[in-house]
């Protein structure tokens, strides 16, 4: 199995930036979309954006538009998010996953980097 592992996690002060960078231990595998998730304490895990591998269609959620960009790196194998204008409602633990297929869900998961905005 394809291990995912998450970096760039931090402390930023409210407007500051940060990237996350997630790398997959292996060149070759399945791999229709990866994604950026977070959970912050007491609520459920989001989507925060997402690409499509193969095209690179882009998804975010309505509260990271305009602030947060996903993007991917063939070469490196690597999914990036970079977060500007970040809020502290932004502070959660933030998780890369994969989805393998179109007819499947995001199945394969990071262990996690922490996210803390100060205000």
């Known amino acids: 199995q394809v291990q995912l592992v998450e970096s760039g996690g931090g402390l930023v002060q409210t407007g500051g930036s940060l990237r996350l960078a997630c790398a997959a231990s292996r060149r070759t595998f399945r791999r229709y979309a990866m994604g950026w998730f977070r959970q912050a304490p007491g609520k459920e895990r989001e989507r925060v954006a997402s690409i499509i591998w193969s095209g690179g269609s882009t998804y975010y959620a309505d509260s990271v538009k305009g602030r947060f960009t996903i993007s991917r790196d063939n070469a490196e194998n690597t999914v990036y998010l970079q977060m500007d204008s970040l809020k502290p409602e932004d502070t959660a633990v933030y998780y890369c996953?994969?989805?393998?297929?179109?007819?499947?869900?995001?199945?394969?998961w990071g262990q996690g980097t922490q996210v803390t905005v100060s205000s």
């Open positions: 996953a994969l989805r393998p297929s179109a007819f499947g869900s995001y199945d394969n």
